[in-house]
């Protein structure tokens, strides 16, 4: 990273601050941080507390010649747009904490300033609920609380490397299928360029690298270019909408790779019972009978156990496992649709699913995919699942599936709707077992289901359910 220039004038700064975002913008002029020390005088922390007592934008310009090293959370409480400028320094803790609580809700902008956590968590090296960045949405926000990043790098944080909360038990959101929680009439704007979130999430359970959970009325616009999400224990980004509105999700020249692996089976593993799955005739059973729930490992909130029963409460299955996490995780609940665009993005090495997006209750899901690699995944390169009313559609352009453990591509339309999936140009390879594993598409409701296949290679072969496949 380099470091501000030496000698530059109050003046000079101040022009360049202007030069960023237009003269109406500052009332009171900006905000200059000179001082790396934690607190006092012309520090960061001093310049968030001024910054608060303002009613507009706010604009603070980080002019230090060195990083900045912090033992306790920086906070701005104030409800106006803020907005940091940095010239490439880091802000750094090597205390387990969060970095940045933005408690209020405001808009924030954050240009060219890093945020750098302590690192080195890991399921034997748990940490708290330290993250990068929180932005506490206020029950009574409307309109669009934004939030938007440019060439920023976060990482080293035990919990969430950038958690977004419009939900008003913040800590218990859960996931959006089904996902806990009342949240404001605000809708909610993610806008990365030349972002890098790695390595976060990896001290506790259920960590994102980037975490938006939308409750109550809005949608969620997320934009991501030339940005990564890597490493992040739980899913690279996780994008959780509850009730009314619709997410609208694009990345382009972007990375999710290598997410998803805090629950590591490696420490985990000799918890497991020695039979993971079951399945009985009715009256064979009882649920005494099978493993109950782990306790005593490390974190048992990693374990996933499932049991079925029989009308006559003998058991029908179980599954005892280790969750992982994905790429890209998105859930849409209640009314509203699910639009997603992925261009030119890497998916690659996740512990579940690569792409994760799943549509529930009224409302559409809509996917495009152009130039994308989805590349040994633990589990399915792409999982698609549109439930309730509405239709699936999905255009995979120039996609490449290999070697994923699951399917290259999953698509399942479910209840009343129509499915339709374009692929084009496409390649699989090597998932799974090899046989009729590159792609799966399922019209498990009622309504037209076309899938076709142009100038594609699908080594691996096709499994259509109820779905007319037309191959040119
Ligand atoms: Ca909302
Ligand atoms: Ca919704
Ligand atoms: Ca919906
Ligand atoms: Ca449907």
Known sequence: M???PNGLSTLALAAAVTA????????????????AEDSGEDTLRAALETAAKSDSLTQILVATDSDIEVSSTLVYAGKAPLAIHGMGQNVKTDVDTTMLNISQGANLTVTDVSFKG???????????????????IRDDQTGVVSFILSDVEISGFSDY????????????????????????DASILVRLNDVEIDDNG???????????????????????????????????????????GSVFATTVDSKFDDNGDYCDENVLGSFLPDETEGEFEDGEVQEADIPGPVTGSPDDGCFEREVALFESGSVKEYEIGIDFDDGFDIDEAGPGDLWSLIVDTSVKGNHDEGLDFGEEDAGNLKLGVWNAETISNTDDGLKIVESGAGNLSALLAKLTAKDNGGYGAD???????????NVDKSRTSGNNDGEETGLKVDQLGSGEATLRVVGSEIEDGIKAKNVKVIEE
């Open 2 to 4: 380099k470091h501000a």
């Open 20 to 35: 960023i975002s237009g003269v109406a913008a500052f009332a009171d002029g900006p905000i200059l941080v000179t001082s």
């Open 118 to 136: 302590p690192g080195k968590f890991s399921i034997e090296n748990q940490g708290g609920t330290g993250r990068g960045i929180f932005v506490d």
């Open 161 to 184: 490397g950038v958690l977004i909360s419009d939900c008003d038990v913040v800590e218990n959101c859960g996931a959006g299928r089904g996902g806990r929680g009342n949240g404001s």
């Open 202 to 244: 990896n001290g506790h359970f259920d960590a994102d690298g980037l975490r938006v959970d939308e409750r109550g009325p809005g949608d969620i616009f997320f934009y991501a270019k030339e940005s990564e999400f890597t490493k992040s224990g739980a899913d690279g980004v996780e994008l959780d909408e509850g009730q009314d």
């Open 411 to 421: 698509l399942q339309q479910i209840d009343e709707g129509t499915l339709t999936v």
